[in-house]
């Protein structure tokens, strides 16, 4: 167990449809990092939050938005749900931008 | 673009044999890490090493690094069915910047 929850689990819906799913970093932690695993792109790197700031952008569309929360908690928001936006979603916390980083379980999201 | 690039794809042992990764990437690093994800969960950090660096151990884990050859690589000595899973390697640039994944070394340890 790293520490780290997210919610919910798993995630069905529909094209066109708006999602948020929520992370809890570990105690202590105050950067929060987004990423996508999908089987053809492997694990790609959204975004990250520092203290409550954005601190670096990744390939993360236009349709998505995150935001990390005064007790350090995120959220990433998609909408406009597409197909190809099926996919894992991890978060991961760390307390220094450069040290080891802590993966939730992850949201299974399918889009149908 | 992804920075680190690992090889094999995919491997396949038998139980008690050692596994060797590499990891190869393109441009100068803060630190290099390795983590484990086992089918559809989150990944597990392993060990990492920094640039100054040129070996560290964890158990049964070896990595080594090369800054000239900028290439690492990950043994697992006496492996075990359990560990069986997929193996990254991240490059960290610098402190500012995100660590970049690979696309992973698929091990399976048969027993």
């Known amino acids: 167990d790293s520490g780290v929850t997210q919610t919910p689990k798993h995630l069905i819906t529909a094209t066109g449809q708006r999602v948020t799913l929520r992370c809890s970093p570990r105690?202590?932690?105050?950067?929060v990092y987004w990423y996508q695993q999908s089987l053809d792109q492997g694990l790609q790197f959204l975004i990250q939050y520092y203290n409550g700031e954005e601190r670096a952008k990744g390939n993360i569309l236009e349709r998505f938005s995150a935001q990390q929360f005064p007790d350090l908690h995120s959220e990433l928001n998609l909408s406009s749900l597409e197909l190809g936006d099926s996919a894992l979603y991890f978060c991961a916390s760390s307390v220094e931008s450069s040290g080891p980083q802590y993966f939730g379980p992850g949201t299974r999201l399918l889009v149908l | 673009s992804q920075q680190g690039e690992e090889d094999p794809q995919a491997l396949s042992i038998q139980e008690g044999e050692n596994a060797t990764m590499n990891c190869s990437y393109k441009?100068?690093?803060?630190?290099l890490q390795w983590y484990r994800q086992n089918s559809g969960r989150g990944l597990v950090h392993l060990i990492l090493?920094?640039?100054?660096?040129r070996e560290k151990h964890s158990g049964r884990l070896r990595v080594t690094l090369d800054t000239s050859k900028k290439s690492s690589s990950l043994l697992i000595t006496a492996s075990r069915a359990a560990d069986t899973a997929s193996y990254f390697c991240?490059?960290?640039?610098?402190?500012?910047?995100?660590?970049?994944f690979g696309k992973g070394t698929r091990l399976s340890v048969i027993a």
């Open positions: 105690s202590g932690d105050l950067s």
């Open positions: 991240a490059t960290d640039a610098s402190g500012n910047t995100p660590l970049v």
């Open positions: 090493i920094r640039s100054n660096e």
């Open positions: 441009t100068s690093i803060n630190n």
